[in-house]
């Protein structure tokens, strides 16, 4: 579909984010990406960053930090683990690992950020069976947590230095994050334009549940909007220097 409107799309591989690539401190993961933005930049008048989960917490720390005022999409952002399906210790988890217990891993459980039914099923199977399944990893490392606790504690800092164009999906019944987070985001940061739009039929996986569709849909009219935008006011900006300049050439 990205292809068909004349855009290309990019998949990172970021060494040290995903559990089956190791292991790196969120800066690292923050520094992989801006090294594939500035190799986008370099071939393409516009990019743009879409991310997932905690792809998406990352995607917005790395455009407050680094100000490439790049339109961002936020699918399902993580702030806070506070959705009804986190387990009660779940805060916990970042002291334990400060005590020096490192050595342990989190596994993913019910319901997967799944409300399809049948989706779910699949996905349980395969965290029996597999290391790796459709919505990312079996099991969280407990130094990934951390470093993604890090990350969460980071983007909430900065976060008031957002002001690039940003559209965040996210559904209502979310199961790691609760609405309320949702808000605090789209009221803390300092976008021109902050599109937000929620759904009613998914849980956290937005983009593999119920309303994927919509997801894909929203996603593209966001950025169709955005770059049209973006290269009007440019073109405008071409055309305005043109003038400047004959203007003083006839002075």
Not at 4 to 22: D, F, W
Not at 52 to 63: D, F, P, Q, W
Not at 116 to 124: L, S, T, Y
């Amino acid at each position: 579909m990205i292809k068909n409107l004349g855009h290309s799309s990019c998949i990172p591989r970021i060494e040290g984010y995903s559990a089956k690539s190791g292991f790196d401190s969120f800066d690292i993961w923050l520094s992989q990406l801006d090294h594939v933005v500035s190799l986008l930049l370099e071939e393409h008048e516009q990019v743009a960053i879409v991310g997932l989960s905690m792809g998406a917490t990352l995607a917005i720390a790395y455009e407050a930090d680094y100000q490439k005022n790049i339109p961002v999409v936020a699918l399902s952002p993580v702030l806070a683990f506070d959705g009804w399906s986190v387990p009660w210790f779940h805060p916990l988890l970042y002291l334990v690992f400060k005590l020096g217990f490192v050595n342990w891993h989190y596994k993913e459980s019910e319901p997967y950020g799944l409300r399809n039914p049948e989706i779910r099923r699949r996905v349980a199977k395969q965290v029996l069976e597999q290391e790796t399944t459709e919505v990312g990893s079996a099991s969280l490392s407990a130094k990934h947590l951390y470093q993604a606790l890090r990350l969460i504690r980071f983007t909430k800092k900065i976060l008031p230095e957002f002001k690039a164009d940003i559209q965040i999906i996210s559904a209502i019944d979310d199961d790691v994050v609760a609405p309320q987070t949702i808000d605090w985001l789209t009221k803390t940061i300092s976008s021109g334009t902050c599109k937000l739009v929620w759904l009613g039929g998914s849980y956290h996986i937005i983009t593999l549940d119920n309303e994927r569709e919509i997801v894909i849909n929203e996603t593209v009219e966001f950025l169709q909007g955005v770059f049209s935008k973006k290269e009007g006011l440019q073109k405008y900006s071409k055309e305005a220097k043109e003038l400047i300049i004959r203007n003083r050439v006839v002075e």
